[in-house]
């Protein structure tokens, strides 16, 4: 972790202006609905609107030149890949990406129109990630995984810098766990320089990968079932460096239904104006399952991201059968 600190910190300094410092605000509606002070990190602005940009401005620009001349292989189901695409094409570096065949077809869209090159791959995420690898070992070139990188952990974990910066007195901050890159670059900096911080980590109940390795004490395949929170799903890759950092990290976590992650994003919908996809929704959720216990105190709720499909939102947000 101390490395992961340093790289951190260097990351920080280094991707501005390129990587946004995204707000954190608070949000009265919710404080005052929910009994604590409630500020929501804004990463939901980030280039992509994802965080994700922050991990691959971060991993791209430590390429050697031999390295971006030959491109990179990315896997990714939307988020990661539009990230890797922007960043490489700001960095005149080719971009594959590899998804599952199930993936958004308007983040694939998205990618494409970035200048990245799209493969589809049969079956979940975790099957491009391990085809993502092994085109890359037989292409020669750097292949980046959407989490399992040191280099893209450090990316993502400026988002952490960032809330101390903004808000040194947190008592709690809420992130949704897909592969723990992001979860993991965050705790790092609060265990370091805000450690009366709780990190607490969220999960929606149909897709709990990390959540299960985490609590078998190994990484082991979990069948997952269909979620709002697609940011957050697939399998964790056998051996991933975010699994001990995670072990390491996490001071808690938190399950939500897909009904509650739903009723999160109407509610910040109605409070705060915000269109967010469904790992966000998950952080909230989580934060508002647990809020009689966080009052008077702050929390913070780390929104991840806004690349929902329209009719994912649509469905969310819907009153019917409410």
């Known amino acids: 972790m101390s490395n992961l600190f340093d790289e951190i910190v260097s990351a920080h300094q280094q991707l501005r202006p ?37 991990g691959a401005s971060n991993k791209l620009r430590l390429l050697s030149d031999e390295q971006r001349q030959r491109g990179v292989i990315a896997a990714s189901s939307g988020n990661h890949g539009q990230a890797i695409a922007l960043a490489g094409k700001q960095m ?23 200048g990245g090159k799209v493969v589809r791959i049969p079956g979940d ?37 960032e809330i101390v910066e903004q808000q040194p007195d947190l008592d709690a901050v809420f992130v949704a766990v897909g592969g723990g890159g992001y979860i993991a670059g965050i705790g790092t900096i609060l265990k370091r320089l805000s450690p009366k911080t709780q990190v607490i980590a969220c999960w929606p109940e149909n897709a709990t990968s990390m959540y299960s390795a985490l609590e078998a004490g190994h990484i082991y395949p979990v069948e997952e079932q269909e979620t709002l929170s697609d940011g957050t799903a697939g399998g964790v890759e056998p051996g991933a460096i975010t699994f001990p950092l995670c072990q390491q990290v996490i001071d808690r976590k938190v399950l939500v239904s897909e009904d509650e992650i739903k009723q999160a994003m109407r509610m910040l919908a109605a409070s705060d104006r915000w269109i967010i996809e469904g790992a966000a929704g998950v952080a909230l959720a989580s934060a508002c399952k647990l809020a009689p216990e966080f009052q008077g105190k702050k929390v913070a709720v780390v929104l991840c991201g806004k690349n929902i499909v329209l009719e994912k939102y649509l469905k969310a947000i819907s009153y019917e059968n409410h």
């Open 18 to 54: 390129q990587v946004r410092v995204t707000p954190l605000e608070h949000s009265l509606l919710l404080s005052q609905q929910l009994g604590c002070e409630l500020f929501l990190k804004c990463d939901h602005l980030q280039h992509t609107g994802s965080f994700k940009f922050r």
């Open 92 to 114: 005149g570096i080719n971009v594959t990406v590899y998804a599952p065949e199930n993936a958004a077809a308007i983040k694939l869209e998205t990618i494409c129109a970035l």
């Open 125 to 161: 995420g975790l099957n491009a990630e391990l085809a993502g690898e092994k085109a890359a070992r037989e292409q020669n070139k750097v292949y980046i995984s959407p989490y399992n990188d040191a280099q893209v952990v450090a990316g993502q974990g400026t988002c952490g810098m």
